[in-house]
């Protein structure tokens, strides 16, 4: 099975593609998002995509080239389940600072996959750039 700090930098290498079907696969079919704009019930693939839409157009206006994924806390021996706090950095192309933000997360296991069933925005720190 993949190892937690493995997930994170798939899934922050897939915000390098700046499309709401690359995250896609990360999430479990229902989910709860919490962030800045509150509690979002996810409850199908077009809830998701609707979600990511307004991030992933913010990131492709700033011309994201860099996601680094760091995982700072984990508990992955619960039974069928893990608990993770990550530290996200998004970057230009020229490494400028976008923002970077904490997320703590819960995942469950399907089948051999890791899957985010709940993401809670802990700090955003923004560039002065944007």
């Known amino acids: ?6 997930f994170f930098h798939r899934y ?3 915000h390098l ?6 995250l896609a696969p990360f999430f479990h079919i229902p989910c709860l998002i919490n962030d800045l704009g509150g509690v979002h ?5 077009d ?8 991030f992933i157009a913010e ?7 860099i996601c680094k994924a760091m995982l700072t806390e984990q508990q992955s021996a619960l039974p069928g389940g893990a608990r993770a706090v990550v530290s996200f950095r998004f970057g230009n192309e020229t490494n400028d600072l ?7 997360f819960a995942l469950m296991r399907v089948e051999q996959d890791w899957k985010i069933v709940f993401a809670q925005l802990g700090e955003i720190r923004y560039s002065d750039l944007y």
């Open 12 to 14: 922050g290498d897939a």
């Open 47 to 54: 809830d998701l995509a609707t979600y990511h839409a307004p």
């Open 98 to 104: 976008i923002f970077d933000c904490d997320y703590a």
């Open 59 to 65: 990131l492709t206006k700033a011309r994201l080239a």
């Open 41 to 45: 019930a996810i409850s199908s693939h």
């Open 17 to 22: 593609k700046l499309s709401a079907d690359a």
């Open 1 to 6: 099975m993949e190892d937690l700090t493995s």
